[in-house]
């Protein structure tokens, strides 16, 4: 009698390592891996203020992806350069040890909030798909793997670290329209004793 197997996805990192996950689920909040392409498409506005947005930011939540080594008080630093931004990213890891990471955007057409930056190794677009600028913020990221698969990344972000429960919905419902499962979203903590 044959038994029966659960479908498994296997992506090989760049680093050496080997990342495998059941994909019965359509998508699971250790990749962000899911079944099929990157299918909506991301209208954004053409009036984005590279100014207006530079600064603070703070995680408030978003899918979980290994690219991050912060998982809680995480804190960005939007500096406006020619090209985009540099983002400097601080907080805390899994074992509350202090992090810093460094990443660059590069903007692909003035006045739209659409960057590139480097995700896994991969060349891969990050857009600013709603904003007020001074409250919060929602990005997304979409890429496809082979046409098969695709690879979603989101963050709710914000200027304060307890923003208005208003402005996080106005996030999740940003994110449910390009497709996000905002069941998968995770809260980053943001307590009083994130002192960066």
Same mark, same amino acid.
């Given at each position: 009698?044959?038994?029966? =197997?659960?479908?498994?996805?296997?992506?090989?990192?760049?680093?050496? *390592?080997?990342?495998?996950? /059941?994909?019965?689920?359509?998508?699971?909040?250790?990749?962000?891996?899911?079944?099929?392409?990157?299918?909506? %498409?991301?209208?954004?506005?053409?009036?984005?203020?590279?100014?207006?947005?530079?600064?603070?930011?703070?995680?408030? *939540?978003?899918?979980?992806?290994?690219?991050? &080594?912060?998982?809680?008080?995480?804190?960005?630093?939007?500096?406006? %350069? +020619?090209? *985009?931004?540099?983002?400097?990213?601080?907080?805390?890891?899994?074992?509350?040890?202090?992090?810093?990471?460094?990443?660059?955007? =590069?903007?692909?057409?003035?006045?739209? *909030?659409?960057?590139? %930056?480097?995700?896994?190794?991969?060349?891969? $677009?990050? +857009?600013?798909? /709603?904003? $007020?600028?001074?409250?919060? +913020?929602?990005?997304?990221?979409?890429?496809?793997?082979?046409?098969?698969?695709?690879?979603?990344? +989101?963050? &709710?972000?914000?200027?304060?670290?307890?923003?208005?429960? $208003?402005?996080?919905?106005?996030?999740?419902?940003?994110?449910?329209?390009?497709?996000?499962? &905002? =069941?998968?979203?995770?809260?980053?903590?943001?307590?009083?004793?994130?002192?960066?």
């Amino acid at each position: 009698m044959l038994c029966c =197997r659960a479908v498994m996805l296997c992506v090989v990192l760049v680093m050496g *390592g080997v990342q495998c996950q /059941n994909i019965e689920d359509q998508q699971t909040p250790s990749s962000g891996v899911s079944v099929g392409s990157c299918s909506k %498409t991301v209208v954004l506005d053409k009036n984005f203020d590279n100014t207006r947005f530079s600064g603070t930011w703070y995680k408030i *939540g978003g899918l979980p992806t290994t690219e991050e &080594i912060s998982v809680n008080c995480t804190k960005y630093e939007y500096i406006q %350069t +020619a090209t *985009g931004y540099s983002v400097d990213a601080t907080g805390v890891d899994i074992n509350n040890s202090p992090t810093q990471q460094n990443s660059v955007l =590069r903007q692909q057409e003035s006045n739209i *909030g659409r960057f590139n %930056t480097k995700l896994s190794q991969i060349e891969a $677009d990050i +857009a600013v798909i /709603n904003t $007020d600028y001074d409250n919060y +913020a929602c990005l997304h990221s979409c890429y496809d793997i082979k046409e098969a698969f695709h690879v979603q990344q +989101a963050w &709710i972000i914000s200027r304060t670290r307890q923003p208005s429960r $208003d402005h996080i919905a106005l996030c999740q419902k940003a994110l449910f329209e390009v497709g996000v499962p &905002i =069941r998968l979203l995770e809260k980053v903590h943001q307590g009083s004793e994130c002192t960066n």
